[in-house]
C-alpha cells in the first residue's frame, strides 16, 4: 500500500540555515520538495553529477581488474585518483591506437620476406634503383621482366607482388601500385610494438595492485558528492523571503511518522506546520507491504511506482508473479536444484542480496509445484515413468491439452481480477458514478458466464441472460458518465465496447505463452536426454562421462535460456495485461528523504 503523506513547510532564519540543514539531514525523514528547472540550470550540480558518473564508469572498469596478491594504497584521493585513474585508462586506448597503427606499417614488410641491407645498399651504391610493385596476377604482364627487369617475389591472395631493378634515374612506370613503405624497418616497428605492449603491461599491473582500494575511495568520494549534490538540490528548492533573512522550505513526512517529527522541530527554533496534500500536490512514493509482498517492489518499480493516489497493485500481482514463472519453467528437477542451490547461498549471502534470494525461492518452489503439475523432471515425463510412487501422484498431473485450458483459465481470473481493482481505484479516486462502466462490464462477463454454466447443467437461463445483459448494458451505455448528455455516452459506450472486447480476447489469448514457455523447456531438456542417451556411444566408463557432459551443458543451456524468458514474460504479463486491465497509471515519485548518504 501506499504510505500516506503530510506536507511540511518550514521556515527558518538564514543564520541558522546551515546547522539546521545538518540536523535535517541526520533526522533523515523529510523529502524535500525539488525545483526541477532551477537544479536542471545549477551548474555546481550539474558538474558534481558529472563527476558522479565518471566516478561509476571508474568504479566498473576496476571491478573487473584481476587484483594482485598485493594491494597498495594509492597514492591520490578524490578527484586527483579519479583524473590519475583516467590518464592511466587513456593512455591505454593512446598505446592501443599505436599498436594498431604500426600493425597496419608491420604489415607492408610481410608480403617481401626478410630485407637484405647490406645488399639493397650495395645495389644503391652501385647505381641501381630497387623499387617495388604490387598488381593484381592477372594483370600482371611477363615483358615486364623485359622491359623493366621486374622479378617476382611472391603471389599471394590473387597479389603478385614484384620488384624492379633499374639503373638510377631510368624511368619506370608499369601499370602497377608501387609500394612506399614506412620510415621505420620492419625490425624497428616490431621493437616499438613490443615497447608500447611492455608500457600497457606495466600501467594495468599498477592498476590492479591499488583497485580494491581505489574502488573503495572512489565510493566514499562518491557519497560526499552525493551529499554535495543533495545540498545544493536543497539550496535550489529554497525560498528567500523577508529581504533575504528566512529561507522557506517545503517537503513530504511519512503521515505516521509526523507526531515525532514535530517534536523534534519544536526545539529547533524554526517555525514548521503540516497539512494535508491539496488534490493537485504529487507526494513522494513511499511502499508499505507485508513480507511476501515487499519481495516484489523493485519489480514494480521496474515499470512504474504508483501515483500518490491510486492502488499499489504489488501485494496483488505477486502471487500470480510466482504462479506464472513456475509455469513457463515448469520443471520439478530445475525447480528443486534452484530452491536447494539459493537456500544454502543464502546462509553465506550479503544481507542485501537476501531479498532477492528469499523471491528466488518461492519462484524455484512454483517451479516445483507446476514441474509436478506438468509431469516433468529434468526433461523426464513423469506420465512415462512406472514407478509406485510416481504413478500415485499422476492425479495431480495435468496433460498438454489441460495445461493449455489451465493456461487461458488463469489469464481470465487475473483479468478479472484487475477489472476489480480498477472499480475500486476508480471508486476510492472519484466516487462510485466513475466506476460504473467497469461494474457493468463485469457483470456482463460474470453474469453472462454463470448463466452458460447453468445452461449446460439444463437450466433455462434466458430470462436471467437477458436480464444480466440489460443492467450491463444500462452501466456501459447509459450511465457510463453521469456528467454527458445520454447520447454522448452511448457514442462513448459503443467505442469502449469495440476497444474492451478486443481488447479482452488479445489479453486472454497472451497468456498462451505461460504454456508455450513451458512446454518447449520440457521438450528442450527431453531433447537433451535423448541426444545423452543416443551420442554417448558404447564404450564403459567414456559413454557415461559423455552421457554427462551433454546432459549437463544441454541442461545448463536450458535451465538458463528458460529461467531467462520465465522471469521476462510474467513481467510482461504483469505490466501489460494486468496493469492495463486494473486501471494502473502510475508515474509516483520515490520517498527519497534528505538524509546521510551511505557508500553504495
Same mark, same amino acid.
Not at 585508462?89 to 641491407?117: A, C
Not at 533573512?245 to 507526531?259: D, F, S, T
Not at 497493485?313 to 530452491?339: E, I, K, Q, R, S
Not at 474492451?500 to 523447456?521: E, Q
Given at each position: ?5 503530510e ?30 528547472k532551477?537544479?536542471?540550470?545549477d551548474?555546481?550540480?550539474?558538474q ?9 564508469e571508474?568504479?566498473?572498469?576496476l571491478a ?6 598485493v ?6 584521493e578524490?578527484?586527483?585518483?579519479l583524473?590519475?585513474l583516467?590518464?592511466?585508462?587513456k593512455r591505454?586506448?593512446?598505446i ?14 610481410e608480403?617481401?620476406g626478410e ?13 641501381w634503383?630497387l623499387?617495388?610493385f604490387?598488381?593484381?596476377?592477372r594483370?600482371?604482364?611477363p ?16 597479389q603478385?607482388?614484384?620488384?624492379t ?11 602497377a601500385?608501387?609500394?612506399?613503405f614506412p ?7 616490431q ?12 600501467i594495468?599491473h599498477k592498476?590492479?595492485?591499488i ?11 562518491r ?19 523577508i ?6 522550505l517545503?517537503?513530504w513526512?511519512?503521515?505516521?511518522i ?7 522541530l519544536?526545539?529547533k527554533g524554526?517555525?514548521?506546520?503540516f ?9 513522494p ?13 523493485f ?6 511506482l504508483?501515483?500518490?493516489r ?8 505477486a502471487?500470480f ?5 513456475g509455469f ?18 543464502k546462509?553465506?549471502a550479503?544481507p542485501k542480496?537476501k531479498p ?7 519462484l524455484?518452489?512454483?517451479?516445483v509445484?507446476?514441474?509436478i503439475?506438468s509431469?516433468?523432471f529434468f ?6 515413468v ?12 495435468l ?10 483459465i ?18 476510492r479516486?472519484?466516487g462510485l ?11 456482463l ?8 454454466g ?5 437450466y433455462d ?9 440489460? %443492467?450491463?448494458?444500462?452501466f456501459?451505455? $447509459?450511465f457510463?458518465? +453521469? ?5 454522448i455516452?452511448i457514442? =462513448? /459506450? *459503443?467505442?469502449d465496447?469495440?476497444?474492451t472486447?478486443t481488447?479482452l480476447?488479445?489479453?486472454?489469448l497472451?497468456y ?23 551420442m554417448?556411444?558404447?564404450i564403459? %566408463? ?5 552421457? $554427462?557432459?551433454?546432459? +549437463?551443458?544441454?541442461h ?5 535460456? =528458460? /529461467? *531467462?524468458?520465465?522471469?521476462?514474460h ?14 494502473f ?14 557508500e553504495?
Amino acid at each position: 500500500m501506499v504510505v500516506p503523506m503530510e506536507k511540511l513547510s518550514l521556515l527558518i532564519f538564514y543564520k541558522d540555515y546551515r546547522q539546521f540543514l545538518e540536523e535535517l539531514r541526520e533526522k533523515g525523514v523529510v523529502h524535500v520538495h525539488e525545483n526541477k528547472k532551477r537544479s536542471a540550470e545549477d551548474e555546481k550540480l550539474k558538474q558534481k553529477m558529472f563527476i558522479i558518473k565518471r566516478i561509476g564508469e571508474m568504479i566498473k572498469r576496476l571491478a573487473k581488474r584481476a587484483p594482485e596478491e598485493v594491494e597498495e594504497n594509492p597514492d591520490q584521493e578524490g578527484l586527483e585518483l579519479l583524473t590519475f585513474l583516467e590518464e592511466q585508462y587513456k593512455r591505454v586506448e593512446q598505446i592501443d591506437t599505436q599498436i594498431v597503427s604500426l600493425e597496419k606499417d608491420g604489415q607492408i614488410y610481410e608480403p617481401w620476406g626478410e630485407f637484405p641491407k647490406e645488399e639493397m645498399n650495395g645495389l644503391r651504391d652501385a647505381g641501381w634503383d630497387l623499387r617495388f610493385f604490387t598488381v593484381p596476377d592477372r594483370k600482371y604482364l611477363p615483358e615486364w621482366e623485359e622491359q623493366y627487369n621486374a622479378f617476382p617475389i611472391r603471389q599471394e591472395k590473387g597479389q603478385q607482388y614484384f620488384v624492379t631493378v633499374t639503373p638510377a634515374g631510368t624511368s619506370v612506370q608499369p601499370e602497377a601500385d608501387a609500394v612506399v613503405f614506412p620510415q621505420a624497418t620492419a625490425e624497428e616497428i616490431q621493437q616499438h610494438i613490443d615497447e608500447l605492449r611492455e608500457e600497457k603491461e606495466s600501467i594495468y599491473h599498477k592498476i590492479n595492485r591499488i583497485a580494491v582500494r581505489s574502488i573503495g575511495r572512489l565510493k566514499a568520494y562518491r557519497t560526499s558528492l552525493y551529499e554535495d549534490t543533495d545540498e545544493l538540490k536543497i539550496e535550489d528548492a529554497s525560498e528567500m523571503l523577508i529581504d533575504d533573512k528566512v529561507i522557506a522550505l517545503e517537503g513530504w513526512v511519512p503521515a505516521g511518522i509526523k507526531e515525532n517529527t514535530a517534536d523534534w522541530l519544536a526545539d529547533k527554533g524554526v517555525y514548521y506546520e503540516f497539512e494535508e496534500p491539496a488534490d493537485t500536490d504529487n507526494p513522494p512514493i513511499l511502499l508499505k507491504n507485508n513480507k511476501f509482498a515487499r519481495l516484489f517492489e523493485f519489480i514494480g518499480e521496474l515499470y512504474s511506482l504508483p501515483n500518490y493516489r491510486e492502488i499499489d497493485l504489488t501485494p496483488f500481482f505477486a502471487p500470480f508473479f510466482v504462479l506464472f514463472f513456475g509455469f513457463c519453467l515448469g520443471d520439478a528437477g530445475y525447480g528443486l536444484l534452484l530452491l536447494i542451490g539459493i537456500s544454502i547461498y543464502k546462509i553465506w549471502a550479503k544481507p542485501k542480496l537476501k531479498p532477492i534470494l528469499s523471491l528466488a525461492q518461492w519462484l524455484g518452489a512454483a517451479t516445483v509445484v507446476m514441474g509436478i503439475v506438468s509431469g516433468t523432471f529434468f526433461g523426464i515425463q513423469l506420465l512415462e515413468v512406472q514407478v509406485p510412487w510416481v504413478v500415485k501422484m499422476r492425479a495431480m498431473m495435468l496433460d498438454s491439452q489441460q495445461l493449455f485450458n489451465l493456461a487461458l483459465i488463469i489469464g481470465v481470473v487475473q483479468i478479472i481480477f484487475g477489472m476489480f481493482l480498477k472499480v475500486a481505484n476508480l471508486w476510492r479516486r472519484y466516487g462510485l458514478p466513475a466506476a460504473l462502466s467497469t461494474i457493468g462490464w463485469l457483470i456482463l462477463i460474470l453474469g453472462e458466464g454463470v448463466c452458460y454454466g447453468l445452461s449446460l447443467k439444463g437450466y433455462d437461463v434466458k430470462i436471467p441472460m437477458y436480464v444480466v445483459a440489460g %443492467v450491463a448494458g444500462s452501466f456501459i451505455f $447509459l450511465f457510463n458518465n +453521469l456528467k454527458r448528455n445520454i447520447f454522448i455516452n452511448i457514442g =462513448a /459506450g *459503443l467505442w469502449d465496447t469495440y476497444n474492451t472486447a478486443t481488447g479482452l480476447l488479445g489479453d486472454t489469448l497472451s497468456y498462451i505463452r505461460l504454456f508455450a514457455l513451458g512446454i518447449s523447456s520440457a521438450v528442450l531438456g527431453l531433447v537433451f536426454n535423448d541426444l545423452a542417451v543416443n551420442m554417448s556411444g558404447d564404450i564403459p %566408463v567414456v559413454k557415461q562421462l559423455v552421457m $554427462l557432459i551433454i546432459l +549437463l551443458f544441454g541442461h545448463s543451456v536450458n535451465l538458463f535460456m =528458460a /529461467g *531467462l524468458g520465465s522471469f521476462v514474460h510474467p513481467m510482461r504479463l504483469t505490466f501489460v495485461e494486468f496493469y492495463k486491465n486494473a486501471g494502473f497509471e502510475g508515474g509516483g515519485k520515490k520517498y527519497q528523504p534528505f538524509r546521510r548518504r551511505t557508500e553504495n
